[in-house]
């Protein structure tokens, strides 16, 4: 029993862990070399010192690590935030450094899965028991099969499903704009405040809601929790590296393709922004919650041009047209002789899914797309982004267009002649009105959720949200 619990310590905890220094300094390249460091070290200083126990060992370490892989992406849905993780980590606990470091989940967990199952069978040929040949053929098949089981259910896991992010430059790869001057610890901050003290305090930081929310609503939020969360400043700079992922613990930022997630999964209390799309109202219905919004602003969904592009003015048929392919050249709207470049949003954004609803039953055609690399699935699309051609069209929400300073040289459109002017937002004479909403569970009975939702639209709330850029609801 001896001779098992030392190869234990020395052959797969000290030499993993130290495998594992490697993992952290070279990232993915770590997964080529290893299994050839491995194979050199076995040949060439432990050949003849191998026994069949570190055969033994090696398999029933690879054995239970594919087996709590497999529990944990079964109860998980593939989402690394589930509270299940940690059996996993618990089994490979010598390469626990790379679960600190990283979040690519299938370079370090199935990573470690292929580095245990080669240790098994280069440990193997090195020492070929020929009392163990017959049973370790059928171990190493169960290992395979729960190996396509684990590549199976993440494939088919609600995180790859419904995953979302657009590898953008700021805020973690979340936000297409540098929102480093609205976090609520910001020095040079830009978040707007009151000038009287507020009406809602909450004093402690496990009574505080947990907060996210759309790219162009990160400011609203972020203010409404520096009035709110007593030294919710202090909070966030004690946690900023540790919830690097979110953006923040308690405000965090994913924009609206994982926040809606996080909602549906419970990790946050209240979600910022417009309401979610289709494929986003399938995965709540999939994972049974209802969802409360409450409208707390008014916004306007625009539609811009190039600043030099003659057609100030579209009728909202003339739109759908354009975005169903029937109207190619902005010749035939009394424009110049030039086609018409229409750019779309990716499908889980929140713009793409009030552009959805707009266009009702007429279907948009193929979106204009753009190639880039991805590390581990090669040549991947994504929808191109506006790049203010002299044809192009687009699309967003005014505030994320004008107050965050999204695009230089265009100019908003009016829809059927009515301009996205302050007033006839309020009015809603402007057709594409629309609401800023908060969204919760309809399960979360808090009592601080319903004290937050019910500040959002008192006095001192809307004079925030207003304030920052948006309409207040009266």
Same mark, same amino acid.
């Given at each position: 029993?001896?001779?098992?619990f ?19 300094v070279f ?8 299994p050839?460091?491995?194979f ?14 570190h ?8 054995l239970?690590?594919?087996c709590?892989?497999?529990?944990c ?5 593939g ?13 490979s606990?010598?390469?626990?450094l ?9 370079t ?13 069978v ?12 017959k ?15 684990n ?11 419904y995953?979302?992010?657009h590898?953008?430059?700021y ?19 830009k978040?707007?405040?009151?000038n ?14 947990y ?6 609503c ?15 400043d ?6 900023k ?5 979110t953006n923040?613990?308690?405000v965090?930022f994913?924009?609206?393709s ?22 986003q ?12 919004y409450?409208?707390i602003?008014?916004?306007? /969904?625009v539609f !811009?041009?190039?600043?030099? #592009?003659?057609i100030? @003015?579209?009728?909202?048929?003339? =739109?759908?047209? $354009? *975005?169903?392919g ?18 779309q949003?990716?499908?889980r ?14 279907s ?5 797309t753009?190639?880039m690399?991805s590390a ?20 967003t /929400?005014k505030? !994320?267009?004008?107050?965050? #300073?999204?695009?230089? @040289?265009?100019?908003i459109?009016? =829809?059927?002649? $009515? *301009?996205p ?14 609401y800023?909403?908060?969204v ?8 601080n959720v319903?004290?937050?939702k019910?500040?959002?639209l008192s006095r ?6 207003e304030?920052?850029?948006?309409s207040?609801?009266?």
């Amino acid at each position: 029993m001896f001779i098992y619990f030392k190869i234990f310590v020395f052959q797969y905890v000290l030499l993993h862990f130290c495998l594992t220094l490697f993992g952290v300094v070279f990232g993915q390249v770590w997964l080529f070399f290893m299994p050839i460091f491995l194979f050199f070290y076995y040949y060439k200083y432990k050949k003849n010192k191998l026994q069949k126990e570190h055969v033994y060992v090696n398999m029933t370490m690879a054995l239970i690590a594919l087996c709590s892989l497999v529990i944990c992406l079964w109860v998980s849905k593939g989402y690394l935030s589930s509270s299940i993780w940690s059996l996993f980590q618990i089994v490979s606990f010598p390469f626990f450094l790379l679960t600190i470091f990283t979040n690519d989940f299938l370079t370090f967990y199935f990573g470690i899965i292929c580095l245990l199952l080669f240790n098994t069978v280069i440990s193997y040929i090195m020492v070929k028991p020929f009392d163990f040949k017959k049973r370790f053929i059928p171990i190493m098949a169960i290992c395979l099969c729960l190996l396509f089981m684990n590549t199976y259910l993440y494939l088919n896991s609600n995180s790859v499903k419904y995953k979302g992010g657009h590898q953008f430059k700021y805020m973690n790869g979340y936000s297409s704009t540098d929102l480093t001057d609205y976090t609520p610890y910001a020095k040079n901050s830009k978040l707007v405040t009151l000038n009287e003290p507020s009406t809602l305090i909450i004093e402690t930081e496990d009574e505080m809601p947990y907060l996210d929310g759309a790219e162009a609503c990160y400011p609203v939020y972020s203010a409404i929790a520096k009035t709110v969360y007593r030294d919710i400043d202090k909070i966030e700079l004690r946690y900023k590296s540790d919830y690097a992922y979110t953006n923040g613990k308690i405000v965090s930022f994913t924009n609206t393709s994982i926040g809606y997630t996080r909602l549906f999964n419970k990790e946050i209390d209240m979600f910022f922004g417009s309401k979610p799309s289709k494929a986003q109202l399938d995965e709540a219905k999939e994972l049974g919650v209802e969802l409360d919004y409450t409208p707390i602003g008014k916004e306007a /969904f625009v539609f !811009f041009v190039n600043q030099k #592009n003659p057609i100030s @003015n579209l009728t909202s048929q003339q =739109i759908k047209d $354009i *975005y169903h392919g029937d109207i190619l050249n902005w010749k035939e709207l009394n424009g110049k002789n030039h086609d018409i470049i229409a750019f779309q949003r990716p499908e889980r954004s929140g713009s793409q899914a009030m552009m959805n609803s707009f266009m009702g039953d007429v279907s948009l055609k193929e979106p204009l797309t753009y190639e880039m690399v991805s590390a581990m699935s090669g040549i991947i699309e994504e929808v191109a982004e506006y790049k203010n051609e002299k044809g192009a069209i687009g699309y967003t /929400f005014k505030y !994320f267009l004008e107050g965050l #300073n999204q695009e230089d @040289n265009v100019k908003i459109l009016s =829809i059927d002649s $009515i *301009y996205p002017t302050s007033e006839n937002i309020k009015n809603q004479s402007y057709p594409l009105s629309t609401y800023l909403y908060c969204v919760t569970l309809k399960s979360n009975q808090k009592e601080n959720v319903k004290k937050l939702k019910e500040y959002l639209l008192s006095r001192q709330g809307q004079y925030i949200i207003e304030q920052t850029g948006y309409s207040a609801l009266n």
